[in-house]
């Protein structure tokens, strides 16, 4: 016994002075040695050390999104976001002005990617019978995964169920956050106070026309600047203002569309009378919104009326580049004729994503996908693709996301991605803004008054076959009748002629399914 334990420390002692006068060798002695039992003698085996694990191979991820900058964003947000997310982003942007023609084509070509967004309600519409036919995986059963996406609001991602399963995810917004954005200057220098009806609102771009606002002497100004978009352009907000319902409405105790309504012709009969009149730009209806942004930012228009008060940022950015003592203001209070203020509200999100069956090959795929979107809903990568980069495109005051003043620098680099946010506030966590533009705090704060008169869609959530099928090309007919009883082409017997023909060809089954769906 004695001999044994004799034997084992002479060889712990041989094996230290071993390591001693080894200790200048190379690292991988050094890491040999470290390796050895010390309860062993030198020459027996060693334990081996367990292979780190492979790092998990980043999510490649195609893209395809609408744009609305004119330049497409360099890699800045996107190489951080990939870092925290462990993805390969491939975004495919299009411009949003013929973002549609593009959706349709890919579609009908099967070549839409993965990740795949809409432009707004209306291209959801459009979707819905592919939807239907089992082209887009359902998401609904996954969500309960995702402890992020799990998060998203469950009243909006109703208003997005198809057939009572959800295929999407939603990018949220406010309400009602439509209203004015007018020169306040040219107000203030004319004396006039921001419109508290319709009537006012109608003096208002007869004299930002008329009275020569910006003091060159010419009449060379042009009251309000409108584009070719019914429901986001000016024409659905004015329509509220007097009284339309939001795309449907009740009537005699059934559902029935918004230009079925005489609130509806009234509305026609006003912008009618502000075109003749030459108060507006008088080809609004082949006006795009670049062109339409690009004419009040020079300068030369002072009512611009939309969906979205706070554009008054950008506006304001590049208005004050070419007028730089202009001042904007947001306004939204407008009394119809009864004397009564009402606003249309959204359901809750303005787009929506789809995942094409054709481009996600299996569940597996889609989980790595809906995982990214998990991802994105955390405030790290959710201020990350709205705000940019901390210090660079944003600063934090008071727990609120401030803007950089290299506004340019936010748009070209930030912009493109901003637009992709799932979510809001409430469930991605991400900064609220800190405004500092008395104009945009105006319209935040009128955003919420707006709610207070709210009139919801009440088809939102419902269901029409023959809408789904038929229902955008059938808007069409209404569409073009719109204008044309705005341009003169049209009077009003034309114009019911053509909601005749609208219901011969579709609409009167679309009224019945959509009442049938009302009253279950």
């Not at 002692?13 to 050094?30: Q, R, Y």
């Not at 900064?431 to 939102?460: C, M, W």
């Not at 099928?469 to 082409?489: C, E, H, R, W």
């Amino acid at each position: 016994m004695k001999k044994k334990s004799f034997t084992l420390l002479l060889s712990a002692l041989l094996t230290f002075s071993m390591l001693t006068a080894c200790s200048g060798n190379n690292n991988n002695n050094k890491e040999a040695a470290a390796t050895k039992d010390p309860g062993t003698s030198a020459g027996t085996n060693t334990a081996t050390t367990e292979p780190a694990p492979e790092p998990e191979k980043p999510t490649e991820i195609k893209i395809m999104l609408p744009l609305n900058t004119t330049e497409t964003p360099p890699d800045t947000i996107k190489a951080e976001v990939e870092k925290l997310t462990n993805t390969k982003l491939t975004y495919q942007f299009f411009p949003a002005d013929t973002y549609e023609e593009k959706l349709n084509s890919s579609f009908a070509t099967g070549s839409l990617p993965q990740v795949t967004y809409l432009k707004n309600q209306t291209t959801f519409l459009q979707m819905k019978e592919a939807i239907k036919d089992g082209q887009f995986w359902e998401i609904g059963p996954y969500l309960t995964e995702f402890p992020n996406l799990n998060k998203l609001k469950p009243e909006i991602l109703n208003n997005t169920k198809v057939d009572g399963k959800l295929y999407t995810v939603y990018i949220g917004r406010p309400l009602a956050r439509q209203g004015i954005i007018y020169r306040k200057d040219w107000a203030d220098k004319l004396g006039l106070k921001a419109p508290a009806n319709l009537d006012e609102l109608f003096a208002m771009a007869k004299a930002f026309t008329e009275q020569d606002p910006d003091g060159n002497g010419k009449k060379d100004t042009t009251g309000i600047v409108d584009r070719n978009e019914l429901v986001y352009g000016a024409f659905k907000t004015v329509s509220s203002w007097f009284g339309t319902p939001n795309n449907w409405g009740e009537k005699d105790g059934q559902l029935a569309p918004e230009f079925m309504f005489p609130q509806y012709i009234d509305a026609m009969d006003y912008f009618k009378k502000l075109r003749d009149a030459e108060y507006m730009n008088q080809d609004f209806a082949a006006t795009s919104k670049t062109d339409a942004v690009n004419m009040f930012t020079s300068g030369k228009a002072g009512l611009y009326i939309g969906g979205s008060m706070p554009d008054i940022d950008n506006l304001n950015k590049d208005l004050i580049k070419n007028v730089p003592d202009a001042v904007l203001d947001a306004h939204s209070m407008v009394a119809g004729p009864d004397g009564k203020i009402t606003q249309w509200m959204i359901p809750g999100y303005n787009n929506v994503v789809l995942f094409p069956k054709g481009a996600v090959k299996d569940e597996a795929e889609l989980k790595k996908i809906l995982a990214f979107f998990d991802k994105m809903m955390t405030p790290e990568v959710a201020n990350l693709m709205y705000w940019g980069i901390e210090g660079t495109h944003y600063t934090v005051e008071d727990g609120k996301a401030k803007p950089a003043d290299d506004k340019e620098l936010i748009e070209r680099e930030v912009k493109g991605y901003k637009d992709s946010v799932i979510g809001e506030y409430e469930t991605n966590g991400m900064y609220q803004p800190l405004n500092v533009l008395p104009g945009r705090i105006h319209a935040d704060e009128l955003a919420l008054e707006n709610v207070k008169f709210g009139v919801a869609d009440p088809t939102a959530a419902l269901d029409s076959a023959t809408y789904t099928s038929k229902g955008v090309g059938l808007q069409q007919i209404i569409t073009d009748a719109t204008y044309n009883y705005i341009y003169g082409q049209l009077d009003r017997a034309g114009f019911e002629k053509e909601v005749e023909s609208w219901k011969s060809r579709g609409g009167a089954a679309i009224i019945e399914e959509y009442n049938a769906a009302y009253k279950k």
